[in-house]
């Protein structure tokens, strides 16, 4: 689905990047407080999901190829997240509803999971 | 591609701010020489986690990057205070990290074993009181892709 869809079905609020919600297409999300699971685990074109503010998160958005981040729980982000977000033209936005809420109408508008491979012990 | 491509950065030890401006560099030079994006994903998840590594850990340490046609090389090297179990280390979920580090979302017990899951080959030794040295390869030929 185009982003503009996913972001109309949480109501979230555009940080920046409103030009690209008609051009970027997303399938999957992915939800997380842990940076190193976004890297483990996120696919490369997901909507990121997290409560997370730092500039890091974009940063690691980055590494994966994933086009847009959106912060829960009403979460600002960091003015140097903003900053780096706009540098490398990332789009941002913030929902006030709670991590939970935020997947659950995603999933229910019909965005996959990106699925937890099987590891060996 | 040219036969032989090296880069190398200095980290910083606990700057948060400019952590993962090296990967995003590496990953900018892999882009450029051409890398196909999935390898290059790979690259970034390695250089990215070693980075972090150098950041939180080590006290900062140099991160270089080696691109030949066969392959590219990951070195990570820091006169931190070493890994006393390397197994352990290498397990996921086990981390040593700070409440402020796992704050910030780092910390989670994943990087070693990100790294090793996006490599062909990784050889970490290391020397508690004496530093780390960790290189990672991915091949060009037959490689496979993201891991998932």
């Known amino acids: 689905m185009k982003l503009k869809e996913a972001i109309s079905c949480i109501g979230a609020e555009t940080l920046f990047g409103e030009d690209q919600l008609d051009r970027v297409e997303i399938e999957n999300a992915y939800a997380s407080d842990l940076m190193s699971d976004v890297l483990a685990f996120a696919w490369p074109g997901t909507l990121l999901l997290t ?71 | 591609m040219d036969s032989h491509y090296e880069v190398e950065f200095t980290v910083r030890g606990d700057d948060f701010l400019a952590a993962g401006e090296a990967s995003n560099q590496i990953k900018e030079t892999l882009i450029m020489l051409g890398v196909p994006s999935p390898i290059s994903r790979r690259a970034s998840v ?75 080959t990784l050889d970490i030794l290391s020397e508690v009181g004496k530093g780390t040295i960790l290189t990672a390869t991915i091949l060009f030929h037959g490689a496979a892709g993201d891991r998932r």
């Open chain 2, 46 to 120: 390695i250089t990215y986690e070693a980075e972090m590594n150098l950041v939180i850990h080590s006290g900062g340490g140099q991160i270089r990057a080696t691109i030949t046609p066969e392959k590219l090389t990951i070195q990570a090297c820091d006169e931190g205070p070493g890994i006393p179990d390397l197994q352990q280390a290498m397990r996921e979920g086990f981390s040593t990290a700070s409440d402020r580090v796992r704050e910030m979302g780092f910390g989670a017990g994943m990087g070693l074993p990100n790294i090793k899951r996006n490599s062909d």
């Open chain 1, 51 to 121: 409560g997370l503010t730092n500039v890091q998160i974009v940063r690691t958005a980055q590494m994966m190829d994933i086009p847009a981040v959106v912060f829960v729980r009403g979460k600002r982000p960091q003015e140097e997240a903003i900053m780096l977000a706009k540098s490398v033209g990332m789009p941002l936005f913030v929902s006030s509803m709670s991590m939970y809420e935020t997947c659950g109408l995603l999933y229910k508008a019909g965005l996959s999971p990106c699925i937890i491979p099987q590891r060996e012990e």
